[in-house]
């Protein structure tokens, strides 16, 4: 059974940092490209960053590009959103999200991602 939990959320004010991490279980980690995506109140929820299976490639959004940094460790099998200058537009549920293995390219839309985690809360406060 696969499970992606993340953790790391909270309330920070603006111009501050987070870092979200991702635990993933039940599959092969090194195998799956990973995505973070986020959902604000009455919005759809919208790709974030993602990166290979192997770490060496990173796409983000650009509305995160120079703030949002995404990285993985394949050893402990986790997956980190670190996030800095943040600001009150960056309010959502953050989600982790693995595609469907096969060491595939790094995907930046919903529907190529087939395992999603909870996802944790981010509040920025101006």
């Known amino acids: 059974q696969v499970q992606l939990v993340e953790s790391g959320g909270g309330l920070v004010q603006a111009g501050g940092s987070l870092s979200l991490s991702c635990a993933a279980s039940?599959?092969?980690?090194?195998?799956?490209?990973m995505g973070w995506f986020r959902q604000a109140p009455g919005k759809e929820r919208e790709f974030v960053a993602a990166?290979?299976?192997?770490?060496?490639?990173?796409r983000s959004a650009d509305s995160v590009k120079g703030r949002f940094t995404i990285s993985r460790d394949n050893a402990k099998n986790t997956v980190r959103l670190q996030m800095n200058s943040l600001k009150p537009e960056d309010t959502a549920v953050y989600y982790c999200?693995?595609?469907?293995?096969?060491?595939?390219?790094?995907?930046?839309?919903?529907?190529?991602?087939?395992?999603w985690g909870q996802g944790t809360q981010v509040t920025v406060s101006s």
């Open positions: 999200a693995a595609d469907r293995g096969g060491r595939q390219p790094v995907w930046i839309t919903l529907r190529d991602y087939y395992y």
């Open positions: 039940g599959l092969a980690f090194n195998n799956y490209a």
């Open positions: 990166i290979n299976w192997s770490g060496n490639n990173g």
